[in-house]
């Protein structure tokens, strides 16, 4: 599926595109600041992101050959109860010369409408220091559940 506003295109993640999305979540791991990173190595980041395109859902924004932001989610039924299908988001991200822009509305608009066509229950998550206000997605019908921390015990 390809939406399109602003000359900034979604569209479905293709292999091609792994070398630039793992760059870019370097990026990610770095304003996540954590003590261990959360790839380990560039061939395991390779194959992680793999696996999310051909089994899973990656979306890209681009303009014209230009990549602008990326957006992944795991297909996967609920732990508690396995009748409920869930798309996770696991990241999504802005590289940032591109934020400001719409990449990062658009890449969302496109992952939830996925969701609505393939799962019961659509779950986002916003990092402590992301840009992105919650407010964005109250108006599109997410309710907070949950609030995630994470203690470094290393």
Same mark, same amino acid.
């Given at each position: ?8 295109? +979604?569209?479905?993640? &293709? ?11 370097? *990026? ?10 959360? /790839?380990?190595? *560039? %061939? ?7 696996? %999310? ?6 979306? +890209?924004?681009?303009?014209?050959? *230009?990549?602008? =932001? ?9 732990? %508690? ?9 696991? /990241? ?7 934020? =400001?822009? &719409? ?7 496109? /992952?939830?409408? /996925? ?30 559940? *949950?609030?995630?921390?994470? &203690?470094?015990?290393?």
């Amino acid at each position: 599926m390809l939406f399109q506003r602003s000359n900034v295109a +979604v569209r479905r993640a &293709r292999l091609a595109d792994i070398d630039w999305i793992v760059s870019e979540l370097r *990026e990610f791991a770095a304003h996540y600041n954590t003590k261990k990173p959360l /790839f380990p190595d *560039e %061939m395991h980041a390779h194959q992680v992101i793999s696996s %999310m395109i051909d089994g899973h859902v990656v979306f +890209v924004a681009e303009r014209g050959t *230009e990549l602008h =932001g990326f957006i992944g989610g795991i297909i996967t039924p609920h732990f %508690m109860n396995p009748t409920i299908k869930t798309i996770a988001e696991m /990241f999504w991200w802005v590289a940032k010369e591109h934020r =400001g822009s &719409r990449a990062g509305l658009l890449l969302l608009n496109e /992952f939830i409408a /996925f969701g609505e066509k393939n799962a019961d229950w659509i779950t986002v998550s916003l990092e402590n220091r992301s840009p992105v206000h919650e407010k964005c997605l109250l108006k599109r019908g997410f309710i907070g559940q *949950e609030r995630s921390y994470l &203690r470094e015990v290393v």
